[in-house]
């Protein structure tokens, strides 16, 4: 994996900083630590970090095209390059590497911006074309690869793969966007195309952005949205068996590198059925890795070792402490904006683990957005079907008021905590559904938040995220609707971006077969209920890898990488956390109500209320604000 960057003068031909341009370029040495190299020429300078995946002695970036007419500077993978030379080279195109950079730059020059529907794989990149006076930047499909780009009042134009290398530009300027903030404390992260920063913007996943000097009006176009088109018919049997075809031509194209190469397991359903796509298709053991937690109730290690035993991979564990949180303020620095997922915490840790034994790895992110592995789809077709049930007249008064008056039950069984259910229920399907995934309440933000802050955000509410999203929707039906949403934002958002951040960390290289464009496709016209069927999740999947898995790896409960929190919060982080909630930091911003994070903290350190999520929340943004300044 790489990283890139760069300078374009919109209006003219400039000079461009070669000292700001190197500053920018190195500040992403992480991403590529092998081979760094600048392009400058009047008015455009780029700059390529390389981690060396494919043809290590030569595809070098930028790369420049034999006529010189094209440069190109690009992070990611195209599978299918081998199946682009060919054909290019039938229109006469001459290489001289064996690398998927090079098919990129004839790509364009073959096929001009179409050619981004072409490529099948992972990939931020973008392409100089002198002649047009043209930058091109596009970013993939599902959003694997970030892209981070700002238009400066003097009319230069900057982009980059992480936000930190825009912060090097002095011009820049650092504004908080409020309604970020709002969206941060309503997700947990800032949905694309949204940074910390007004005017600095992420690319969007399936989008291109086309910017020709002396015109200043540009606008992202979307070259590809996920479709819900049905499937013809097809019984169980067979759709399960195209599934396991589809998959494991998936993994295969993505275990093609010139270094080491293995997989995560953490004993979930889709790092296992990798790793058995993997076993079948290598004629060596797969290496394998995984984190292991101390309490049980976090600890999947057991079913990682099944796994790993069935297939003989060359396995490798390393148990993460319960006091491992001595990374929240290096974190901060590596999202370079708030960021709250807490598994970002044992993804940075197994992403250190993996890098000591490979450079490529394939990952299972992705199975649970595309055939509904959530255990809140589950609720939300439950509660959905209350909905129909129920006129608006009744329902939204009835369960509004129950939510109202039932108790806030934390420490029970889910089977006790009905209050969410109300709130949720008495709301429409898209309110119902933020709510449930919602990091903090609409209640709770609104006590957290200053006067200040309030004023700013003109009415904005997270749930406008959601709403724009759901108005382009190919689909109405609400299983759908809802995975469509999640693919739109938590998945490149959150997902994607944790794991971008934390393997590039390390310099490691991470492939999602399960986002595979195609395949993607393919699963989104299955039936609803080949993806949720009664209360299991991934049915169809599950079911076709029963003569692959057991039967405890498959029909488990989720677990995931959680984080004690709760326990932290009263225990070895007691006094850091009142330290920096309560600190300068937090009360000279004048974004937040100091007397309720008070309150909070002093409810949730003696036992009463369990508000970890939001004290986590506003942790990671203090430290954001203390390490980004």
Request: proline residues 5%; aromatic residues 12%.
């Amino acid at each position: 994996m790489c990283g890139i960057v760069g300078i374009f003068d919109l209006k003219e031909k400039r000079e461009i900083n070669r000292d700001l341009l190197s500053r920018m370029n190195e500040s992403q040495h992480h991403r590529g630590p092998d081979e760094g190299n600048l392009h400058i020429e009047e008015g455009l300078g780029l700059g390529h970090r390389r981690l060396s995946i494919i043809d290590l002695s030569s595809g070098q970036q930028p790369m420049i095209s034999n006529d010189r007419n094209t440069v190109l500077s690009y992070n990611g993978e195209v599978y299918n390059f081998l199946d682009l030379k060919k054909e290019l080279e039938e229109l006469g195109y001459q290489f001289k590497t064996h690398c998927d950079t090079e098919v990129i730059l004839y790509a364009w020059q073959a096929w001009g911006e179409t050619c981004v529907e072409r490529f099948r794989g992972m990939f931020a990149f973008a392409i100089w074309d002198r002649n047009k006076q043209t930058l091109f930047l596009a970013r993939d499909r599902l959003g694997v690869k970030p892209l981070y780009y700002a238009e400066l009042t003097s009319g230069y134009f900057i982009f980059s793969s992480e936000l930190k290398a825009l912060k090097q530009h002095p011009d820049l300027p650092k504004i908080f966007d409020a309604t970020a903030i709002e969206d941060y404390f309503g997700f947990g992260y800032i949905p694309d195309p949204k940074t910390i920063y007004k005017n600095v913007y992420k690319l969007e996943p399936g989008f291109c952005l086309t910017l020709t000097r002396g015109h200043p009006n540009y606008q992202p176009r979307q070259y590809w949205n996920l479709c819900f088109t049905p499937r013809p018919p097809q019984d169980e049997p067979s759709t399960g068996e195209e599934l396991i075809e589809r998959l494991r031509e998936a993994v295969k194209i993505r275990m093609v590198a010139d270094v080491p190469l293995g997989a995560f397991l953490s004993g979930g359903v889709d790092s296992s059925a990798i790793v058995a796509m993997m076993a079948g298709l290598s004629k060596d053991p797969v290496n394998t890795c995984s984190i292991s937690f101390g309490d049980p109730a976090y600890n999947e290690s057991k079913f990682a070792a099944q796994v790993a035993e069935r297939y003989h991979t060359q396995h490798r564990v390393e148990q993460v402490n319960a006091d491992d949180f001595s990374l929240i303020d290096q974190l901060a620095g590596l999202y370079d904006e708030p960021y709250a997922d807490s598994s970002a915490l044992p993804t940075y840790r197994v992403c250190e683990l993996a890098k000591k034994q490979v450079t490529v790895v394939l990952s299972g992110d992705g199975g649970d957005e595309n055939l509904a592995g959530y255990r809140r789809y589950r609720w939300h077709k439950y509660e959905e079907q209350m909905r129909s049930w129920l006129p608006a007249s009744i329902r939204k008064p009835v369960f509004g008021l129950l939510g109202q008056v039932y108790p806030k039950a934390d420490w029970a069984p889910k089977l006790f905590r009905a209050k969410s259910t109300f709130e949720s229920i008495s709301r429409d399907s898209l309110e119902g559904y933020f709510h449930s995934v919602s990091s903090l309440s609409n209640e709770l933000r609104n006590q957290l938040f200053s006067p200040q802050l309030k004023q700013e955000l003109q009415g904005y509410h997270a749930i406008d995220v959601f709403k724009r999203h759901a108005a382009k929707a190919p689909t109405d039906n609400p299983l759908s609707l809802v995975q469509y949403l999640d693919i739109k934002t938590y998945l490149p958002g959150d997902i994607l971006t944790k794991v971008d951040r934390a393997s590039m960390a390390h310099a490691l290289e991470v492939r999602v077969p399960l986002l595979d464009h195609q395949l993607v496709e393919w699963m989104a016209g299955l039936a609803p209920d080949m993806k949720l069927n009664g209360r299991v999740g991934k049915y169809i999947f599950k079911k076709s890898l029963e003569a692959y898995l057991p039967d405890d790896i498959l029909y488990r409960p989720k677990m995931g990488f959680a984080v004690p929190l709760d326990a932290w919060f009263k225990g070895p982080l007691k006094q850091k956390v009142r330290a920096a909630l309560l600190g300068d930091t937090m009360t000279q911003c004048g974004l937040f109500n100091q007397l309720f994070i008070e309150h909070m903290i002093n409810q949730h350190q003696s036992g009463l209320k369990d508000y970890s999520t939001p004290i986590w929340s506003l942790l990671m943004f203090e430290a954001f604000l203390r390490t980004n300044s």
